[in-house]
């Protein structure tokens, strides 16, 4: 039997419909073999599902990999839409010039929107199903935060969301829809259903360790079988505001309609008996600030850890608003460290001024919810400058290399700042902040743009009850109600309430 043909296609961006454009510049292309070469290098630079898919495929025995295109992007706002457009027709053009191939998988965000598509992602299955007909075998990974389309249920066979947030799941579940490739090359005609919920959930209410949403993917997960072969609880990213927003259970079965079905149902009405516990408390910023100026005071009381949910960075926050800064300077707060600002103006003030000096710093913040907001402060000393080529030490990224652009650390009183000039640090790793110099035992308070990516890397060094999700303003507030969504499907919990809802299967 001659090795099968897989065809490899990434495409990856989770997209904040009100963050600035992600324009072509900003995605990380790679084509052709060097997809491949990258894969199987010592330290791979694709994805981890996509690394996990290799490991799988080759674990299996021979096949032949036929790398199309990766385009990756991270998080950001909406696509340039003409790059995405060309982009997909690069696509179905290099698989008809590969045709014929025996299987399809792509490796995906699901939360995409262009400057003109709210369901690129959609388009792109779509195409690609164009391209390979109706039997070739197609089988997706996405993001746990994608917004699942119908286009995307009607186009996949299989679509395999992770199961984990922070995501440490995803060379797991990249191995998963090898698997699920082998077992339709051997005939699998996988049968599956999918409901969406209208539930938009705050993401800080999306953790998996507990809550609401851990609960119910272990209830789905408990539901394996030889006849399920994979549940998907796909929340959803409430900031790229489209009509495919809310809790997608997507359930694929080996043979049997009926049983999907069934388990979806069950699934769907769960989620919807516990939406009230999707509902979450954050911390007012007042009380937080009061809690960095009491352990900066006492060296007794444990570290404290804020998230500035505002603007987490990794679901399109800017990087740069100043609420937690401005406050934390006002309080006269001790032994604060600031993760990671993003103003590349500052950096580059800082480098012509030099290590050592000190000079009047401007602090540009984002305008979403403040005209024209910056903060002067007349002495700052520069500590430290760097390359902001970074190792991730630990973690489920460690090993990694992150290039924030050329970076300073910046003295403001009793306050280290991380300003980086490239872009905003997504990952947060206590590596960058022991490169600059700093020791993380004295920190008192570590302030990170991040929602839980510092979860799985930063408990060594702070307990969980001191990781404080703080309730700033900003264009990635978990508070729904404060945004002017105006695509998302009404009504939806918990934007709105009072109203009944009773699951409904998609059929055909
Ligand atoms: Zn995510």
């Known amino acids: 039997m001659s090795n099968k043909r897989v065809a490899l296609i990434g495409s990856f961006l989770e997209s904040n419909r009100y963050s600035s454009v992600v324009n072509r510049e900003r995605f990380h292309v790679t084509r052709g073999d060097s997809i491949v070469d990258d894969a199987r290098s010592e330290s791979p630079k694709l994805l981890k599902e996509g690394q996990g898919f290799f490991a799988a495929m080759d674990a299996f025995g021979a096949w032949q990999p036929v790398p199309v295109a990766m385009i990756i992007g991270g998080a950001g706002g909406s696509a340039e839409h003409k790059f995405i457009q060309?982009?997909?027709?690069?696509?179905?053009?290099?698989?008809?010039?590969?045709?014929?191939?025996?299987?399809?998988?792509?490796l995906n965000?699901?939360?995409?929107?262009?400057?003109?598509?709210?369901?690129?992602d959609g388009t792109l299955y779509e195409t690609v199903r164009r391209a390979v007909g109706a039997q070739t075998p197609i089988v997706a990974t996405v993001d746990l935060h994608a917004n699942i389309s119908q286009k995307m249920v009607d186009n996949a066979d299989i679509i395999v969301s992770y199961i984990t947030d922070p995501h440490i799941d995803q060379f797991e579940r990249g191995q998963e829809a090898a698997e699920?490739?082998?077992?339709?090359?051997d005939g699998l005609q996988p049968k599956v259903s999918n409901i969406r919920v209208p539930i938009v959930a705050p993401n800080v209410s999306l953790l998996t360790d507990h809550g609401p949403y851990g609960d119910l993917i272990d209830f789905g997960q408990s539901k394996l079988s030889h006849e399920i072969l994979?549940?998907?609880?796909?929340?959803?990213?409430?900031?790229?505001?489209?009509?495919?927003?809310?809790?997608h259970i997507i359930v694929t079965a080996r043979n049997s309609q009926e049983a999907a079905d069934q388990l979806c149902f069950t699934l769907a009405k769960k989620a919807w008996s516990m939406r009230q516990r999707f509902l979450w408390h954050l911390v007012p910023i007042e009380s937080a600030i009061q809690r960095a100026v009491n352990v900066g005071h006492d060296a007794k009381k444990a570290p404290i850890l804020l998230a500035d949910l505002g603007d987490n960075v990794g679901a399109g926050g800017p990087g740069n608003t100043l609420w937690l800064l401005e406050a934390l300077i006002k309080a006269k707060a001790k032994n604060v460290v600031i993760g990671s600002f993003f103003d590349p103006l500052l950096v580059e003030k800082a480098t012509t001024t030099g290590i050592g000096k000190p000079f009047q710093a401007t602090f540009k913040g984002d305008t979403w919810d403040r005209e024209n907001p910056q903060l002067v402060i007349d002495r700052v000393t520069v500590h430290q400058l760097h390359s902001g080529k970074f190792y991730i030490k630990s973690g489920p990224l460690k090993g990694m290399l992150v290039n924030a652009g050329p970076v300073c650390l910046l003295q403001?009183?009793?306050?280290?700042?991380?300003?980086?000039?490239?872009?905003?640090?997504?990952?947060?790793?206590?590596?960058?902040?022991?490169a600059l110099g700093i020791e993380m035992s004295t920190i008192r308070t570590l302030v990170l743009k991040c929602r839980s990516n510092y979860r799985a890397v930063f408990d060594k060094y702070f307990a969980a009850e001191n990781m404080i999700e703080v309730d700033t303003p900003g264009r990635t507030s978990p508070v729904?109600?404060?945004?002017?969504?105006?695509?998302?499907?009404r009504p939806s919990y918990p934007l709105d309430t009072d109203f009944e809802w009773h699951p409904e299967l998609n059929l055909d």
């Open 86 to 106: 060309e982009e997909t027709a690069n696509i179905y053009s290099s698989l008809l010039a590969s045709s014929p191939v025996d299987a399809v998988y792509i």
């Open 109 to 120: 965000h699901g939360a995409m929107i262009t400057t003109d598509d709210e369901d690129p």
């Open 180 to 185: 699920l490739v082998q077992q339709m090359l």
């Open 230 to 247: 994979n549940v998907s609880v796909v929340a959803g990213f409430a900031y790229s505001d489209t009509s495919t927003n809310g809790l």
């Open 412 to 434: 403001v009183e009793d306050i280290s700042v991380l300003v980086t000039s490239r872009r905003p640090i997504v990952w947060p790793d206590p590596s960058y902040l022991e």
């Open 480 to 489: 729904l109600t404060r945004h002017d969504f105006k695509f998302i499907p």
